[in-house]
């Protein structure tokens, strides 16, 4: 993971993106009215990186933005300038999850308030050359038939010319794809991210944000490293091979050796 100098962030990146909607729920609200093409009267919350868990030894999702309006219907927004390849089987983690962070023990199904999980891409996620894939729950028999469950998953591709989106949209997308504002929604939000570079705390903040995605990404190769010794060291044992003799292959203390048997 490479830093970026704070200087030179721009809204596309993650920290940033958070930053400036988290902060102007006026350009958030825009910005989910504009993918949507829908009216929202009011923002009631703009959460960022908002962290959702399950239980408490469970996997957990970090929301870039997540938004409630007055009818508290929840709009989920995520920034990704790289396609590693789950994005839809996540989209579909986080939809799951943050219905069973929403629905509690005692409401009803029926109580679950519509939901959209918004992707920002800038890439095309699909290969079909469209500025914004939008997908709902349709009866594969007659697609004219919704399931009807509150949903909605869009994915807008910045790299797209094909659909028939607002002058608005296109614009956001070039902005976002070549850091070039041209509408006046792209040159808000490019207005705030300059003004944002000023800002030494959140510069401060980025800096630990970066310091703690590090530490977290080092912590994952450990317990990596940790379940492949554990692997080798239970076949070595299979294989007859003592723990002073494993210990010594692999440079360890004897104890900790014994440890990962123990945790096995």
Known sequence: MKKESYKSLRFTNDFMFCKILSNNPDLCKELIEMILDVKINRIMSVDPQEPIEITPDGRGIRLDVRVEDEKHSMYCVEMQTTNRGNIPKRSRYYQAIADLNSLERSEEFDQLNKSYIIFVCLFDLFHKGYRKYVFRSLCVDDPSLELGDDTEKVFLNAKGNLGDVSEKMRDFLNYISTG????????????????????????MEYASYYAKLHDEKEAGIAEGRILGHRDMIQKLIDRGKSVDEIAELFDMAVKDVTKLIEDE
């Open 180 to 203: 070039k504002a041209e509408g006046e929604l792209s040159a808000r939000l490019e207005e705030e991210v300059v003004m944002a570079r000023k800002n030494p705390a959140w510069e």
